[in-house]
């Protein structure tokens, strides 16, 4: 499907460039080398005969085995090195034999040490240059980005698509933030909200044949101060954060009840920011409303009774209270403003402004933070007792 999709978008535009003439590049990957200096750029690019309909078979990888020169895969793997992103992707064009196109690249990825360097110098190629895309999905690797583009994402034939999709469904289900590069470029110009970006790594799993397999996941929170990459948030602090910039869509809430784990859907969530300066205090009121069902739970008891629901409510308000505090608290550790405080007290406050704006590193940790948060549970789903009773 992504490869007939690929199709559709050349055809009809593209009358001026023959896919054989052109080297699409659908991912790339960034790190440091060892030589001082140096970038390290990792691509992945689609095979033009795999766009045509030739080659064969293009399931994308096999097994747990990585991209390379295989001529049944649908992507091809390249890599070479420069002294800025620039001068790397005209070094590639060695390798490629064809002009390199940019227009259909999906994700960029970042080796989190790189990032704990600096990402405005990976940034700036993609935001100057006419041909990319500006949403490009911007990630950072735990560790190398190279590992990323070398292997698959899912079931797509297109790893790069797949990683993409990957990024969204995280996003979608609050549990990784869902970075453009456009995103990222209004993120590094602002002086006070800090940049945010999807994590992603690689675990190595034993298949049912007994073979080990490689998958890439897309979770947590890349937390930046300026360029530099300073710290993490994990899944819950990552939802805690999506609490408050009114971005949870839908996700489970899973809570400790009557002997066992209860789920709960989250069918509506809504936020406000309201910052306040009281007697030279700052404060910022966030207002919370989510609604959630039953999913599943993993108890005998009946929890549809006016008690249990209650009780239930309660739990779930204080989990959801225990996420928000845990990002707010793990962002004012690291000094970065990734809520955009700053802009709702700029917008609220423009001449007071002027003089927080100056020091604003050292106030956000000070910010004093009240939380009012209003939780019910709305239904228990198609049944209302649960399925097995004791006897």
């Known amino acids: 499907m992504s490869l007939l999709i690929i199709v559709v978008l050349f055809s009809g535009c593209w009358d001026w460039m023959e896919l054989n003439d052109i080297t699409i590049i659908s991912g790339i990957g960034l790190d440091e080398t060892e030589e001082q200096g140096k970038i390290r750029l990792t691509v992945q690019v689609i095979r033009p005969d795999a766009l045509s309909g030739g080659g064969g078979d293009t399931g994308g990888t096999k097994g747990g085995g990585g991209l390379g020169g295989d001529e049944t895969q649908a992507v091809r793997l390249l890599t070479t090195t420069g002294e800025t992103v620039f001068q790397a992707i005209r070094n590639l064009g060695t390798?490629?034999?064809?002009?390199?196109?940019?227009?259909?690249?999906?994700?960029?990825?970042?080796?989190?040490?790189?990032?704990?360097?600096?990402?405005?110098?990976f940034i700036d190629f993609f935001a100057r240059d006419t041909e990319p895309r500006p949403n490009i999905r911007v990630l950072i690797a735990e560790r190398e980005a190279g590992e990323i583009m070398r292997h698959a994402s899912g079931v797509e034939s297109i790893p790069a698509l797949g990683l993409y999709r990957a990024v969204q469904t995280a996003a979608l289900n609050a549990l990784a933030p869902d970075i453009t590069l456009q995103d990222a470029k209004i993120r590094l110009a602002s002086e006070t909200t800090e940049l945010v970006a999807p994590l992603t790594k690689l675990y190595v799993e034993e298949g049912i044949d007994g073979e080990k397999k490689t998958r890439v996941d897309v979770a947590g929170t890349a937390?930046?101060?300026?360029?530099?990459?300073?710290?993490?948030?994990?899944?819950?602090?990552?939802?805690?954060?999506?609490?408050?910039?009114?971005?949870?869509?839908?996700?489970?809430?899973?809570?400790?009840?009557?002997?066992?784990?209860?789920?709960?859907?989250?069918?509506?969530?809504?936020?406000?920011?309201?910052?306040?300066?009281?007697?030279?205090?700052?404060?910022?009121?966030?207002?919370?409303?989510?609604?959630?069902?039953?999913?599943?739970?993993?108890?005998?008891?009946?929890?549809?009774?006016?008690?249990?629901?209650?009780?239930?409510?309660?739990?779930?308000?204080?989990?959801?209270?225990?996420?928000?505090?845990?990002?707010?608290?793990?962002a004012q550790e690291l000094k970065a403003d990734i809520f955009g405080f700053g802009d709702e007290f700029h917008r609220k406050y423009p001449e007071q402004w002027k003089k927080l704006e100056q020091h604003w590193v050292e106030l956000f940790p000070g910010i004093k933070i009240e939380l009012e948060i209003k939780s019910d549970i709305k239904g228990t789903g198609a049944i209302r007792e649960p399925v097995y009773r004791l006897r």
């Open 95 to 121: 390798q490629a034999s064809h002009r390199l196109f940019l227009s259909h690249t999906h994700v960029v990825v970042i080796s989190r040490e790189a990032a704990e360097k600096g990402i405005y110098r």
């Open 223 to 330: 937390v930046f101060r300026g360029d530099k990459m300073v710290g993490t948030l994990n899944k819950k602090e990552t939802r805690g954060l999506h609490w408050i910039l009114d971005k949870v869509k839908t996700g489970i809430i899973v809570i400790e009840h009557a002997g066992g784990k209860q789920s709960l859907e989250i069918v509506k969530a809504e936020s406000k920011i309201t910052p306040e300066i009281r007697d030279n205090e700052l404060v910022v009121k966030i207002k919370l409303d989510v609604n959630t069902i039953l999913g599943d739970q993993q108890c005998v008891k009946i929890l549809t009774e006016p008690d249990e629901i209650a009780l239930l409510e309660e739990k779930q308000t204080a989990e959801i209270r225990t996420e928000i505090t845990g990002a707010i608290k793990k």
